[in-house]
């Protein structure tokens, strides 16, 4: 059963892609938190996760606000001038 107030991942990607998205979530009004398992690991002596992956996390309960921002940060075109 999952509660309005849980955490829950909406993205994962590089920091440009990741930092991107939380600013546009973050401009909308949307609270966002970035989680970095890979360095989180290294401080604590550990090996895990991946250098370049990043994980983007939000309320559940912002998650129907947040859809539309998402799906259009993850098909931009980021290469287009």
Do not use: C
Not at 6 to 28: P, R, S
Not at 39 to 63: C, M, Q, V
């Amino acid at each position: 059963m999952t509660n309005k107030n849980d955490i829950i991942k909406v993205f994962t990607g590089t920091e440009i892609q990741v930092l991107l998205l939380k600013g546009e979530l973050e401009a909308n009004g949307i609270p966002a938190m970035i989680r970095d398992d890979f360095n989180s690991a290294l401080s604590a002596g550990f090996f895990s996760g991946s250098p370049s992956s990043l994980y983007l996390f939000i309320n559940e309960a912002d998650l129907e606000k947040a859809q539309p921002i998402i799906d259009e940060v993850n098909h931009t075109d980021s290469y287009e001038l």
